[in-house]
Nanobody
Framework: QVQLVESGGGLVQPGGSLRLSCAASGSIFSINAMGWYRQAPGKQRELVATLPSGGSTNYADSVKGRFTISRDNAKNTVYLQMNSLKPEDTAVYYC????????????????WGQGTQVTVSS
């Protein structure tokens, strides 16, 4: 059993900051990538940032220069530092991981967190 547990969402004023955390736990052999997606009401889920293991970060143009994704590989945890938040950042943020389970190499599986609400409002 693998689960992704997210935390750090909440209500913040425009220009404020939040840090989201997502910890993966369970029988994990390796994590190939972790990232963050978001979905605003009435819109499709969109990529925010991804960080492949051993690779380069990827950011949506709308968050470049404001958001930073990072990982603590020892803890199987990914973070999203969000600065200079705008009302249009309001959405449910979902953690995503692509990983292999068990004690050895195998197929890659995609897992999603339950989502955490981020609301940017005065």
């Amino acid at each position: 059993q693998v689960q992704l547990v997210e935390s750090g969402g909440g209500l913040v004023q425009p220009g404020g900051s939040l840090r989201l955390s997502c910890a993966a736990s369970g029988s994990i052999f390796s994590i190939n990538a972790m990232g963050w997606y978001r979905q605003a009401p009435g819109k499709q889920r969109e990529l925010v940032a991804t960080l492949p293991s051993g690779g380069s970060t990827n950011y949506a143009d709308s968050v470049k220069g404001r958001f930073t994704i990072s990982r603590d590989n020892a803890k199987n945890t990914v973070y999203l530092q969000m600065n200079s938040l705008k009302p249009e950042d309001t959405a449910v943020y979902y953690c995503n991981a692509i990983l292999q389970i068990g004690v050895g190499p195998g197929p890659n599986y995609q897992y999603w967190g339950q989502g955490t609400q981020v609301t940017v409002s005065s």
